[in-house]
């Protein structure tokens, strides 16, 4: 009766862990988002904030720090143009982990924003939930911050953000 225990156990541990692992490396999905993230810094470059929003599902949000959700290929056009338009010259993405099965997959990674001069602007990290639309991996879900501190005399109020203000 333990063996059969032990035994359901052990398959159970085992089915988990198979779910758990980043299957979408198995499937080329991590090489095909990567190739994505290509076409949105290309499009940085350029300074085409059109072809950028086009990487996005028609029901793609982009989710800044310090703002609501920006929903729709138009806004997330306007959103990105005016990104590369305060001086913003190049996009870098690094993917480091890709978690997925069938039309959908999570892509964790580390950004770095230059301006014309190649002086980084940002760092940071970023999280995004892909969905395979007609066959190409389309942005859904897109949500990155900055891992660059507050500056001193916001820190000196706890790290609060630029809105708030200190009581006078």
């Excluded at 156990?9 to 089915?15: D, K, M, Q, R």
């Excluded at 198995?26 to 086009?54: P, R, Y």
Aim: contains cysteine; charged residues 20%; aromatic residues 8%.
């Amino acid at each position: 009766m333990n063996t059969i225990r032990l035994n359901g156990i052990c398959a159970a541990v085992c089915l988990a862990a198979t779910h758990l692992t980043p299957a979408a490396y198995a499937d080329g999905t991590k090489s095909a988002i990567e190739a994505a993230n290509a076409q949105f810094s290309a499009a940085a470059a350029k300074g085409d904030g059109a072809a950028m929003a086009a990487l996005y599902a028609a029901d793609g949000q982009v989710m800044p720090a310090g703002s609501n959700p920006i929903r729709g290929t138009e806004a997330i056009q306007k959103f990105w143009q005016g990104v590369l338009d305060s001086g913003i010259a190049t996009v870098e993405l690094k993917t480091v982990e890709v978690f997925g099965h069938g039309p959908i997959a999570t892509e964790v990674g580390a950004y770095k924003l230059r301006d014309k001069a190649g002086k980084e602007l940002d760092h940071g990290k970023y999280i995004v939930v892909w969905r395979r639309v007609e066959g190409q991996w389309k942005l859904l879900l897109d949500m990155f911050s900055t891992n660059v501190p507050p500056p001193k005399e916001l820190a000196l109020m706890g790290h609060q953000r630029s809105w708030c203000r200190p009581l006078a």
